[in-house]
């Protein structure tokens, strides 16, 4: 999807920050707000983006569905290009690793529940959380 074309269809402009915004957000996969700021910060002369035009741009790349927003971690979101969904991140609540894997199951439990209650459930960045496997080994080993 072109940027500029996406954000004038919906009478918004295309600034130098947001372009620079969806851009980390792209080579991130998954970050903050605050994750992407610091991807831009000043480097070797170049100019950074100010933390509040972050969150702006943010909140504007999700508003035209060109960035998703997934609760991974409990305290802050985490953003990622549309173009990278489809899965379901699990994230563990022992060691807090994150892992992504097919959502096909999600989607079948979705269509169940489109079916039997009318609600259109969201999978394309859903969090599961619970344990990892290391965690519940170590967990078992303990007594």
């Known amino acids: 999807m072109d940027l ?3 954000l004038h269809a919906r009478g918004l402009r295309l600034t130098p920050q947001r372009g620079r915004i969806l851009e980390a957000v792209r080579a991130l996969g998954h970050a903050s707000a605050e994750d992407v700021a610091e ?3 000043p480097r070797d002369g170049s100019a950074g983006v100010d933390p ?5 741009a943010l909140a504007v ?3 035209v569905g060109l960035v998703a927003r ?10 990622s290009a549309v173009e990278h969904g489809g899965h379901l991140h699990l994230v563990c609540d022992g060691c807090g690793a994150v892992a992504e894997t ?4 999600a989607r079948e439990m979705a269509a169940e529940v489109l079916t039997r209650d009318g609600f259109a459930v969201d999978t394309g960045h859903l ?7 290391v965690c519940r080994a170590d967990q078992e080993v303990r007594p």
């Open 4 to 6: 500029g074309e996406v």
């Open 39 to 41: 991807h831009l910060a």
């Open 52 to 56: 509040s035009t972050v969150y702006r």
């Open 61 to 63: 790349l999700e508003e």
């Open 70 to 79: 997934t609760q991974i971690d409990r305290r802050v979101p985490s953003f």
């Open 102 to 105: 097919d959502a096909g199951p």
């Open 127 to 133: 969090a599961l959380r619970g344990r990892c496997a």
